[in-house]
Each structure stands twice: as C-alpha cells, then as structure tokens.
C-alpha cells in the first residue's frame, strides 16, 4: 500500500528534476528545481525563487560542496527569516541511473531512502505545521550553542560535527548553519534536553 504523500504548503527548492522526482513521491508539494548551477545563470529562475519565498521556502540540496554553494547561493537572496533550511546526511554511495559516484562519492536527495525523506519533513511538520508556522517553543539561541560548547571553545568545530552526526546533518557546518538547522528541527527545551542527555552518558 502507497503511503500517504505528506502536505507541505510552502514551495520546496532541489537541485535538479531527479531530486524533484523523488520528493514528489514523498510529499504534496509545490516543488522548483534551481537545474543545479542554473540558477547562477538564469535570472527568471532566481526571480522566481524569490518571488516563491516571499511567504517562505524550504531550502532541500545535497550534501556535498555543489549543494553547499547553491544553497549559499540561495540564502544570499532571499531574506534569512523567509528560509527553512532542512538537509539531507552526508551517505557515501551512487545513485542507480548514475555509472558512477558523484565527484564526492555521497548520495544527493534522489538517492535519500523515501522513509529517510518522509521522516525529516514529519519532523518539519511537527515543528512548523504544513505552512511554515511555528508551534510554539523558543529558539535556540547564539548563546545557547555557546553555553553548550559549540561555539568559543578550541574543539567547538568537532563538536559541531559531533552534533550534526546524531541530528543527522552532514559535518563542517558552521555555526550559523548548524543554527539555522537546528531551529527547523527542534525548540529550545528540546536542545536543552537533548544535550543534558549526552552529559549524563
């Protein structure tokens, strides 16, 4: 039996037709491609997005350098406020269509296993309801990562990467980054206890 697609009511940004082609299978969505380096190009693209994002965008690219710089790319356009930023591990292997590895041998959105997908939009869902509104809970703060080492301190960097490993989240993410992030998927009470979890370990 199909699982049910899940409804998500702000416009989600890929890379490329593949990708659209596997979310589509996992949620009710309206779906744009940036047609991967495209949108460095193509200006009615760009305009588009922008356009898109003025009640909000979900940010979804791959995991690896390209993916990195379009999202870069992306958020430098369209105001912080109007992005959610969700993403995909950092899973070594190839795509099926593909007769080899990416140039960084890791699996992009089209190579995600559905239930993996369907999972992190449940989550943005929970958080954020289908139309991006939050809630409830308060956000995780700069001085919160802060307080919790993962910033200001000499091993700050692998403790981020630590960090973005059990959310799930590919490693060298900056601190704004990892922020953005984590404020899609969780509150502050949740971060909080989250990290006094680890402590008591």
């Known amino acids: ?46 305009s588009l997005i922008r356009r898109l994002s003025e009640n909000g965008i979900i940010i979804l690219t791959d995991s690896d350098g390209a993916g990195r710089l379009i999202r870069s790319k992306l958020c430098s356009s369209v105001p912080a406020d109007k992005i959610y930023n969700l993403y995909v591990p950092r899973i070594e292997g190839k795509e099926k269509r593909k007769s080899a590895p990416s140039k960084e ?30 809630t409830g809970g308060e956000d995780v703060s700069t001085a919160d990562f802060y307080e919790a080492g993962l910033t200001g301190a000499p091993d700050s960097r692998a403790r981020r990467d630590t960090f973005a490993a059990s959310l799930g ?22 971060f909080y206890a989250l990290f006094t979890q680890k402590a008591e370990k």
Do not use: C
Not at 172 to 185: I, K, P, Q, R, Y
């Open 1 to 46: 039996m199909e699982k049910e697609r899940i409804k998500i009511g702000l416009p989600v940004i890929v890379e490329g037709k593949y990708d659209k082609i596997k979310l589509s299978s996992v949620i009710d969505a309206h779906i744009v491609t940036t047609e991967g380096f495209g949108v460095f190009r193509n200006r009615e693209r760009a």
């Open 105 to 134: 041998g890791v699996l992009g959105v089209e190579g995600m296993e559905a239930e993996l997908l369907r999972q992190l939009f449940r989550d943005f869902v929970s958080r954020f309801g289908e139309g991006g509104k939050k």
């Open 169 to 190: 989240l590919p490693p060298g993410m900056t601190a704004n980054s990892l922020l953005s992030a984590v404020n899609v998927l969780m509150g502050r009470d949740e």
